[in-house]
């Protein structure tokens, strides 16, 4: 069953405005390490930014917050899975939220598509509970995408 849907439309323009005046401020403040270092890896840096950035506001609105109520930019990280596709990894307050929205005897799933046509990023997240009795369709992906961790790291 869907427990949360959202979306976010982003200006490619605004966050490589941010880039150039906060540099690493910026970065540091809204991504986490593996997103900087996917980022800072393309030529274009401000779309790639700006995806993620789009992908973390929808993410935030799928769990019913925005970004408050103790979810944070970096509790948010977007990571591709291992056929390439993104989803998003949740830690803090952000998993805690998911715990929430996710009923007993389900399982956590986070679809995410991803786009830009300069100067506009987009993002869409859907977030699934699955019944947890039923074989995964991530059963081969990496566990922190495929299901949300509890803080002392048991799934």
Known sequence: MIVGIGSDLCDIRRIERSLERYGERFTHRVYTDGERAKSDRRAARAP????????KEACAKALGTGMSHGVFWRDMEVVSLPGGAPTLRLTGGAAERLRALIPAGHTAKIHVTLTD????????????????????????????TARVAAPD???
Not at 48 to 53: K, Q
Not at 123 to 144: C, T
């Open 48 to 55: 790639s930014y700006a995806r993620r950035f789009a992908a």
């Open 117 to 144: 046509d300069p100067p506009m990023a987009q993002a869409f997240v859907i977030i699934e509970a699955l019944p947890s009795s039923l074989p995964s369709p991530m059963a081969d992906a990496e566990p922190a």
């Open 153 to 155: 790291g048991m799934v």
